[in-house]
C-alpha cells in the first residue's frame, strides 16, 4: 500500500513525472525539485524521500566510483528491508559505500551536511536523504488525543493513506458519509481538502465538529443523513472517501451490513463527479457494477478482523 500511496501523491502534486522503478520498499519517480516539499508534506506511509543515485548488485560496487555526491561532508545509513539480503553484511557494505565517496568528500558522522542513504532490498538502493516525515504529528491526532473518540478509530497515518490513494489534489472536495469521529475529515482538512461530513447517529456529527474545532479546521458542510439520502443533500463531490461499519455493533446483522454497503454503493456513484474516486476501508474485498475497483489493500487487525482499503473509480 505504501508504493501505491507515494505514486498517487507523486501524480496528485507534480504536473509531469515518470515513475522509473519500483519495487520492495521503494518507489523512483522523476519529477521537478520544486515538487517534493508538497509530496512530503501529505505522504504517511513512507519514511524517507530522497535524491536518487542508482541501484546497484551489492556484490559489485564498481559503478558507483562514478557518481559524484554534492559538495560537503557526509555520513552513510543503511537499512535492510524485511530481512532482505540477509546473507549479506550491511557494515561491510556501509564500509565499502563510503570509502567510494570519502575519494572526494569528507566524512563526518557527528554532523555531515548530507545523509547518504542505503536501502537493502532487492538490490542495493542508493540515494541522498532530503526528507524525513514527521510522524509525531500523526501522533498528536491519533485517537486518543481527541476530545471525542471511539477505541475502533483508524489511525491517522491510515486514513491519510486511504485519502491519498484517491488522487484528490488541494482545493478538491471529499465526503465521509459515516464520519464517526471525524479521523478521516481532519486528515483532509490538514492537507488543504475540502471537507464534509455526515452520519446517521446524531453524536457522531457533534463529536466530528467537536474534534475539527478542536485542531482548528472546519468542516464547509454536515448533516445527520442516511447514506442513501447523500446525493440529494451534498451534490457532486471529487472524492469519498470513509471507514463505514464493520458490524462491530451487535445491533447490525451480516445480512443489514450487506444492505448498507449496497446503498452506500449506490449513492457513492450517484454523488462522484465523473472520474471521482471513492476510498473505502471493508472487512471483506467488494465488488460493484458500476464503480471499478482500481486498487485494494488487506491489512490484518487481528484475528477476526482485516481492514480491506478499497479504491474505486467512476470512470468518465
Do not use: W
Given at each position: ?71 560537503g561532508t557526509f555520513a552513510i545509513k543503511g537499512k535492510r528491508f524485511k530481512g532482505m539480503m540477509k546473507e549479506i553484511s550491511s557494515y561491510d557494505v556501509i564500509r565499502k559505500v563510503g570509502k567510494i565517496f570519502s575519494r572526494n568528500n569528507d566524512v563526518d558522522l557527528e554532523n555531515p551536511e548530507q545523509e547518504i542513504r542505503l536501502l ?197
Amino acid at each position: 500500500m505504501s508504493s501505491a500511496e507515494a505514486i498517487k501523491c507523486i501524480e496528485a502534486e507534480s504536473d509531469s513525472f515518470d515513475i522509473v522503478d519500483k519495487g520492495p520498499g521503494f518507489v523512483v519517480g522523476s519529477f521537478d525539485e520544486k515538487y517534493l516539499q508538497p509530496i512530503a508534506s501529505r505522504i504517511s506511509l513512507t519514511r524517507r524521500l530522497g535524491r536518487y543515485l542508482g541501484s546497484y548488485d551489492v556484490n559489485d560496487l564498481s559503478s558507483l566510483s562514478f557518481v559524484k555526491i554534492p559538495a560537503g561532508t557526509f555520513a552513510i545509513k543503511g537499512k535492510r528491508f524485511k530481512g532482505m539480503m540477509k546473507e549479506i553484511s550491511s557494515y561491510d557494505v556501509i564500509r565499502k559505500v563510503g570509502k567510494i565517496f570519502s575519494r572526494n568528500n569528507d566524512v563526518d558522522l557527528e554532523n555531515p551536511e548530507q545523509e547518504i542513504r542505503l536501502l537493502m532490498s532487492d538490490r542495493l538502493h542508493v540515494y541522498i536523504g532530503d526528507r524525513t516525515i514527521d510522524r509525531n504529528s500523526f501522533e498528536a491526532r491519533k485517537v486518543g488525543e481527541r476530545p471525542f473518540f471511539s477505541p475502533i478509530s483508524l489511525h491517522p497515518r491510515f486514513a491519510r493513506a486511504i485519502i491519498n490513494l484517491t488522487g484528490i489534489k488541494k482545493g478538491g472536495t471529499i465526503l465521509d458519509p459515516f464520519c464517526g469521529t471525524g479521523g478521516i475529515v481532519v486528515e483532509a482538512a490538514s492537507m488543504g481538502i475540502k471537507v464534509m461530513a455526515s452520519d446517521f447517529d446524531p453524536e457522531m456529527v457533534a463529536g466530528t465538529l467537536e474534534n475539527m474545532d478542536y485542531y482548528g479546521m472546519k468542516l464547509c458542510d454536515s448533516e445527520v443523513l442516511d447514506v442513501a439520502d447523500i446525493a440529494d443533500r451534498f451534490g457532486k463531490v471529487d472524492a469519498v472517501v470513509t471507514d463505514p461499519p464493520y458490524g462491530r455493533s451487535t445491533r447490525i446483522s451480516e445480512k443489514n451490513l450487506e444492505n448498507i454497503y449496497r446503498a452506500a454503493m449506490n449513492s457513492f456513484y450517484d454523488v462522484l463527479v465523473p472520474g471521482g474516486a471513492a476510498g473505502i476501508i471493508f472487512p471483506y474485498p467488494v465488488e460493484d457494477k458500476r464503480l471499478r475497483r482500481e486498487c485494494m489493500f488487506v491489512q490484518r487487525v487481528h484475528r477476526s478482523l482485516s481492514r480491506h482499503y478499497c479504491v474505486f473509480r467512476r470512470d468518465l
